[in-house]
């Protein structure tokens, strides 16, 4: 079965830029979009599309999706963006997530 | 408002069974594919099962085939999940979520959940 495979955690400082990878096989094939799940709430749709932002979604959330691997960029973190985040792809009817990065903003 | 709500979890021995329900609104729920996403206290997000806009195609990830199934009544705005022979792996928190575009699979509006726990 497919799987995607994102770091355990990320650490990044206030106003700086913080990456976030997804790895899956041939991932650049598929489309990849990205959820942000904060403590005791349900996810919300970051990223779509591998690149597009949801109406209501700060332009500092980013997203590229080539070869193996999908990436969520967030520019100028705040600290309202620490947060878990999943990467998500379809592949042959299943729908994968990525086990989850917790984003942490210190 | 475009809003989905979950209703049915509660606690349930193992080997029982639990429907959940999802209720929809603010949006023509017909016309979208809907999913169930689970996740597991401190784990991250597992899809469990989704279907098409008239039923006639419903997928499930393998840990559930043959004993949870997906349903939905398009006069009611409803979706439901059916969850017979239920294992403690399966205590979750389940979410509702609309398929905003099969093609793409991405899912834009989600329900606050509601809780399933397993336990003798």
């Known amino acids: 079965s497919y799987e995607l495979t994102q770091t355990s955690s990320v650490s990044v400082s206030p106003g700086q830029t913080a990456s976030i990878t997804c790895s899956g096989d041939?991932?650049?094939?598929?489309?990849a979009c990205w959820y942000q799940q904060k403590p005791g709430q349900s996810p919300v749709l970051v990223i779509y599309?591998?690149?597009k932002r949801p109406s209501g979604i700060p332009e500092r959330f980013s997203g590229s999706n080539s070869g193996n691997t999908a990436t969520l960029t967030i520019s100028a973190t705040q600290a309202m963006d620490e947060a878990d985040y999943y990467c998500q792809a379809w592949d042959s009817s299943n729908v994968v997530f990525g086990g989850g990065t917790k984003l942490t903003v210190l | 408002e475009v809003q989905l709500v979950e209703s049915g979890g509660g606690l349930v021995q193992p080997g029982g069974s639990l429907r959940l329900s999802c209720a929809a609104s603010?949006?023509?729920?017909?016309?979208?594919?809907m999913s169930w996403v689970r996740q597991a206290p401190g784990k991250g997000l597992e899809w469990v099962a989704n279907?098409?806009?008239?039923?006639?195609?419903?997928y499930y990830v393998d840990s559930v085939k043959g004993r949870f199934t997906i349903s939905r009544d398009n006069a009611k705005n409803s979706l439901y999940l059916q969850m017979n022979s239920l294992r403690a792996e399966d205590t979750a928190a389940y979410y509702c979520?609309?398929?905003?575009?099969?093609?793409?699979?991405?899912?834009?509006?989600w329900g606050k959940g509601t809780t399933v726990t397993v336990s003798s």
């Open positions: 979520a609309r398929v905003y575009d099969w093609s793409y699979y991405y899912m834009d509006v």
């Open positions: 041939k991932l650049g094939y598929k489309y």
């Open positions: 279907m098409n806009q008239d039923g006639t195609e419903k």
């Open positions: 599309q591998d690149n």
């Open positions: 603010g949006f023509p729920f017909s016309r979208y594919w």
